[in-house]
């Protein structure tokens, strides 16, 4: 079996693609097969794992607009057990030249298909707005995780985002699930973070992750150093963070690694 999850917000600044690289590396750090997907132009995602976005010759834009296969687009990273399908400028193209293309929000969904079985998680980077890339990532996933910032304007647009989930339920994938509301960018010394941590959970209960994602210098350098915070310092708070996310992410769908081999045996 497989999943994927859209990490995705159209706000911009609230952790979506530090989420999307130390997610990503914390699962693949625990030995379950990781791909990341960076579908944002900006290509935090790939410079952040370590590869400049200018060299990427095969990313996502030709996957999607030139039909090449997703494999022949993955990258291995630093760590064993985690891949990346790259991004560049390129991709801002996209939108416009797949707009008269047939099934056009489904064509990741169909690249993507051709990687079934070859990863436990496929984690996707989304670019903040909820255009076509967007609206692809979303067709072609099982789940979503929603970042939200412990700031004052975090619950602006959320609701928002969550009409254009259900909407995607409806119209284009059924089975879409929310996996969770993840608070971001918390720090337990201001009145305020604390106001938005109630409140969110107030208004969304279960949906909201028990992890919460503190303020962390180190988890702000790393991208500097195009590598991910559990390989900056694996002891600092953000590392400690996302370890913690993604056990409860194996917990919340009932995964660990000897329930994944007892599932491939079966398969086999």
């Not at 997703?70 to 801002?92: G, M, R, W």
């Not at 973070?193 to 790393?222: C, G, P, W, Y």
């Amino acid at each position: 079996m497989g999943k994927t999850i859209a990490i995705v917000n159209q706000k911009g600044g609230v952790g979506k693609t530090t989420t999307a690289i130390n997610l990503a590396a914390s699962l693949a750090v625990l030995e379950f097969k990781t791909l990341v997907i960076d579908a944002d132009p900006q290509a935090n995602t790939t410079s952040g794992l370590g590869f400049d976005p200018k060299d990427v010759r095969t990313g996502l834009y030709e996957v999607l607009v030139n039909e090449v296969p997703a494999k022949d687009a993955i990258l291995a990273t630093d760590f064993s057990y985690l891949d990346i399908l790259p991004s560049n400028i390129d991709l801002v193209g996209a939108e416009i030249e797949l707009i008269n293309v047939p099934n056009r929000e489904r064509i990741m969904h169909h690249a993507l298909e051709k990687l079934k079985g070859m990863y436990d998680f496929v984690i996707i980077d989304c670019s903040p707005s909820l255009g076509l890339i967007t609206t692809n990532s979303l067709v072609a996933s099982d789940s979503v995780i929603i970042p939200v910032q412990c700031e004052y304007f975090a619950l602006e647009g959320l609701g928002k985002l969550l009409n254009t989930v259900k909407i995607i339920q409806t119209n284009l994938n059924v089975d879409l699930q929310i996996e969770g509301l993840l608070l971001t960018m918390y720090d337990m010394r201001l009145r305020l973070s604390n106001q938005v941590v109630e409140e969110v959970k107030m208004h969304f209960q279960d949906l909201v992750f028990d992890t919460i994602i503190q303020r962390n210098t180190k988890l702000s350098e790393a991208p500097s150093f195009g590598v991910a915070v559990i390989t900056h310092d694996a002891e600092s708070k953000g590392a400690v963070n996302y370890l913690n996310l993604a056990k409860e992410l194996l917990h919340k769908n009932g995964l660990t690694k000897t329930s994944m081999m007892e599932s491939k045996h079966e398969l086999n």
